[in-house]
């Protein structure tokens, strides 16, 4: 039986093999502007990623990406600006699927007045704006936050059922399958059956890229949104943070073991 149990492991890993990682980035980068981005200033920003991300849109307002401390800093208010994005070097195709992962905490600017409420409240999307999280109010009407889910433009019609803490990291996931345009949010799986919330609301289409956005909120700050790592993949497993996605490989395996029991 021991041997069987290594044999699964085995198998799982030439599965693995099938799959790719994209990229992973854990934002070790000098403190500085994440893009060549300065901020409309027209001048040349500091690009400490070295050209791996671009700036995607939102080059309008002073206030690009910036990295410190080893965390891309994406700040929701005024001044703010800028969508980058780091391309995966493919095109989502016909029968494929496209995942994401990024380790993000939220600092709460609002003073207890605004609302994250709104359709510009997102942080995270793949490119065409699909597959949007958002921001969102409390769903108890409590302290902290949580997540919304918008497969395009609009407010988030899939809501994450339970609140989330300020100043605490967590694992979200996203997935856009290119055949029906579904989009899907994960916030701390342990694995792809974890719980998930949905929404249908995009075309089908190609992806070739995650961004990261900050939203220009005339009114004043309303957070930051700090990404510690992100990842792109062709499947669940591939952007789970390590050592998890060893974890999950070594979970699958046991649980085919104990099926042939």
Known sequence: MRYLAILLVVGFMAS???ATL????????DDGGLTDYDGAGGGT???VSGGLWTTYSGATYPGGIDVS????LLRQGN?????AERLTGTSLAAGETIYASFEFSVEDLRGGVESFDGDQSYFVHFDGYRTRVHLRDAVGGGGGFTLGLSGGSGEPPAIWATDLAFDTPYL???SYEFDTGVSKLWVDPTTELSTSITDTGSDSGGVDSLCLRQDYVSAG???VVSID???TGSTFADVIPEPASLALMAMGAMTLLRRRR
């Open 79 to 83: 001044p703010a600006s800028e969508d």
């Open 22 to 29: 994209y990229w992973a980035d854990d934002f070790s980068y």
């Open 69 to 72: 401390g080893g965390k891309a």
């Open 229 to 231: 790592s992100a990842a």
């Open 172 to 174: 979200g996931i996203i």
């Open 221 to 223: 700050d309303h957070g």
């Open 16 to 18: 693995a093999a099938d």
């Open 45 to 47: 920003g500091d690009d």
